[in-house]
């Protein structure tokens, strides 16, 4: 069964930095050959991608956190992270990982909680 973790979240002032790691358990294999995203979702809003990361490195990111975010991958470790520096209130969400490959399994997260106070 693979299981993904995320945590790292908090509450932290406007212009500070946090990182969130999620961690993997359950197939090494899947996770390596997997790619991997992490998601918000606001109060009232829909979930959107912030980032992404596929087995071979290439990285996507929503054009409100390009410059600011970065995500990356421990194969080694089972685990993503996403750096996130200078916030803002309006990065305030639940972030949630997600796992997906080509064969169309799926997995997500619990989420965990960022607060930006200004």
């Known amino acids: 069964q693979v299981q993904l973790v995320e945590s790292g979240g908090g509450l932290v002032q406007a212009g500070g930095s946090l990182r969130l790691s999620c961690a993997t358990s359950?197939?090494?294999?899947?996770?390596?050959?997997?790619?991997m995203g992490w998601y918000r979702q606001a109060p009232g809003k829909e979930r959107e991608l912030v980032a992404g990361i596929t087995s071979g490195g290439t990285t996507n990111y929503a054009d409100s956190v390009k410059g600011r975010f970065t995500i990356s991958r421990d194969n080694a470790k089972n685990t993503v992270y996403l750096q996130m520096n200078s916030l803002q209130p309006e990065d305030t969400a639940v972030y949630y990982c997600n796992l997906r490959n080509t064969y169309g399994f799926v997995r997500w997260g619990q989420g965990t909680q960022v607060t930006v106070s200004s």
């Open positions: 359950g197939s090494r294999s899947i996770f390596s050959t997997s790619t």
